[in-house]
Nanobody
Framework: QVQLVESGGGLVQAGGSLRLSCAAS????????MGWFRQDPGKEREFVAFIPGSGGSTTYADSVKGRFAISRDNAKRTVTLQMNSLKPEDTAVYYC????????????????WGQGTRVTVSS
């Protein structure tokens, strides 16, 4: 069983930055591909970013490309989402997920989820 705990959400003005972190409980963290998703009430959970277990090639949703950066520290068992130039449309609950076996674009690919952290961007 893998437990994921997100932190770092909050309220920020448009154009500002936030850094989200996700801590994993599993010792074999480097074996898990990781992703970040976000969800607004009444909407589907949306892919944000993906990083493989090795920390190699990352992928991003077009809506965040060039503004967000995903990274991981396997020794610390953490994955981070640095969010810059935030926009009001980035407002959502952000979720960390682990275990994707494919490209990591869809929620169904992930076996484990955190509880989410809310990000609110004011205009």
């Amino acid at each position: 069983q893998v437990q994921l705990v997100e932190s770092g959400g909050g309220l920020v003005q448009a154009g500002g930055s936030l850094r989200l972190s996700c801590a994993a409980s599993v010792r074999t963290f480097s074996r898990f591909n990781m992703g970040w998703f976000r969800q607004d009430p009444g909407k589907e959970r949306e892919f944000v970013a993906f990083i493989p277990g090795s920390g190699g090639s990352t992928t991003y949703a077009d809506s965040v490309k060039g503004r967000f950066a995903i990274s991981r520290d396997n020794a610390k068992r953490t994955v981070t989402l640095q969010m810059n130039s935030l926009k009001p449309e980035d407002t959502a609950v952000y979720y960390c997920a682990a275990g994707a076996l494919g490209l990591g674009y869809t929620p169904a690919e992930y076996a484990y989820w955190g509880q989410g952290t809310r990000v609110t961007v004011s205009s």
